[in-house]
């Protein structure tokens, strides 16, 4: 799977890529998308798929029923919490959907950009992908807040670079910032919706992997998500 999937990303030329040829630092972009096989869906559970023309009132809604701010991630290095910010409704309330709806547990950090980022949200398993077409397909109006900028420890959504001026987020594709000066190039074009509050230390541990030329890790990094409150 992994050799069908990069052997795609060169074909395709880095378009959507997480990095593109000028430097790692450039941009956080999403990870281009597989074409997989039909799968038979899930056994429905939420029934009303995100939209562009939805994701407003969805997300308003599902912000006012579920009010948890804080997650934990797993994974084999230790465990990363993070809290979400008020700040960002919309954003708050897609990641702790993304977490009750066990997508993240799917996911691994598939982007390892040394010294700058660890980037997560997807992965080539199949299981995302049919929880993925349950969701819906939508992206996330930017919620960019002067004040809530790219600082060591934020956490922050992806985004597609490429006919998108209004800078509207991935809903799935998050990263965590793990320059110790910041990445303030990416102040006011990317969402950030919060801060890891412990274990920056796992973060760094992830950020350290070998991965190769795609800045792929060369051992999947997969974590399990969870509501602590």
């Given at each position: ?152 420890g934020c ?9 998108n001026p ?57 974590m399990k ?5």
């Amino acid at each position: 799977m992994r050799l069908f999937f990069l052997t795609f990303v060169i074909l395709s030329c880095w378009i959507t890529s997480c990095q593109d040829n000028k430097s790692p630092k450039q941009n956080i972009q999403t990870k281009p998308e597989v074409q997989k096989k039909e799968v038979t869906p899930l056994k429905p559970k939420y029934t009303k798929r995100i939209t562009n023309k939805n994701v407003i009132e969805i997300l308003t809604e599902y912000g006012n029923k579920n009010k948890e701010r804080f997650v934990k991630l797993s994974t084999d290095f230790g465990e990363i919490e993070i809290e979400l910010y008020n700040e960002t409704p919309l954003h708050r309330a897609n990641f702790i959907q993304l977490v009750k709806r066990k997508f993240l547990n799917e996911t691994c950090f598939y982007r390892v950009a040394k010294g700058f980022v660890i980037q997560g949200g997807n992965s080539d398993r199949m299981e995302m992908a049919k929880i993925k077409r349950r969701i819906g397909q939508f992206t996330i109006p930017h919620e960019i807040k002067k004040k809530l900028k790219h600082h060591y420890g934020c956490v922050a959504m992806a985004r597609v670079y490429k006919n998108n001026p209004n800078k509207r987020s991935s809903p799935f594709e998050f990263y965590i910032d793990v320059d110790p000066k910041g990445s303030h190039h990416l102040d006011g074009e990317h969402t950030v919706i919060g801060r890891v509050i412990k274990g920056m230390d796992v973060a760094k541990k992830i950020n350290l992997v070998e991965v190769d030329f795609s800045e792929w890790p060369r051992k999947d990094v997969y974590m399990k998500a969870t509501i602590i409150k």
